[in-house]
């Protein structure tokens, strides 16, 4: 399933102001289903230019499903990462992810910005931005299984591996909330929306005049 991600562009970085705002960082296992909360988010902030979802950079092909990225290859990733291009990079299962750094610029603009991202690359989202919330996505083992088969990238045993791996614990302390996502996904995708208008308030940009209510 396409996922909910969202370039930070200018309009959305000036309808937020300024005042700092905060970086959402959703983790989780394989199979847990981050797009799909995250794009369920999305569809209910539709033009809301205070919410904004990245956008990574990835050396995985366009269209290999699951997120909407930008695909590139290896030897451009490590050119754009010396040219200052990404807040936060990380390699993971073969694979190097990119975070743009115009990310930041809209977190410091104000908004509230939700990335897709990795466990591993915690202490690096804490030093790059200055507010940062952790969500975890979860689901049970049984329903991560059937998705990852589901998706139709590996085959058994790769799934099975994917199962087993225990996640590292984050070498830094960050706020952090779990979201179960082993029933429908309203259920889960509600609990984000939630969340997200929580940190809306206590980011600042909510008061502001001419923006259009959520919910």
Not at 174 to 182: F, P
Not at 195 to 205: D, M
Request: with cysteine.
């Amino acid at each position: 399933m396409s996922g909910p991600s969202k370039a930070p562009t200018s309009a959305a970085v000036s309808t937020a102001g300024r005042g700092g705002g905060t970086a959402i960082v959703v983790v989780g296992p394989s199979g847990a289903g981050k797009d799909s909360v995250m794009g369920f988010a999305a569809r209910h902030f539709t033009g809301d230019g205070r919410v904004v979802f990245a956008t990574r950079v990835i050396t995985r092909p366009a269209d290999a499903g699951g997120e909407n990225h930008r695909s590139v290859d290896s030897e451009t990733f490590l050119r754009l990462k010396r040219e200052g291009a990404f807040c936060v990079s990380w390699e993971a299962h073969g694979l190097s992810y990119g975070v743009p750094a115009e990310t930041r610029d809209a977190v410091e603009a104000g908004c509230v910005v939700i990335v897709n991202g990795s466990r591993q690359a915690l202490p690096a989202f804490a030093a790059a931005f200055p507010r940062v919330r952790i969500v975890t996505i979860t689901a049970d083992a049984e329903v991560r299984a059937e998705r990852l088969a589901r998706r139709g990238r590996e085959g058994a045993a790769a799934i099975a591996a994917r199962l087993d791996r225990r996640p590292r614990e984050p070498e830094c302390a960050l706020e952090n909330v779990t979201i179960d996502n082993s029933g429908p996904l309203e259920t889960a995708g509600n609990a984000f929306v939630a969340l997200l208008r929580t940190t809306l308030g206590a980011s600042g940009p909510a008061s502001l005049a001419g923006e259009r209510p959520v919910g």
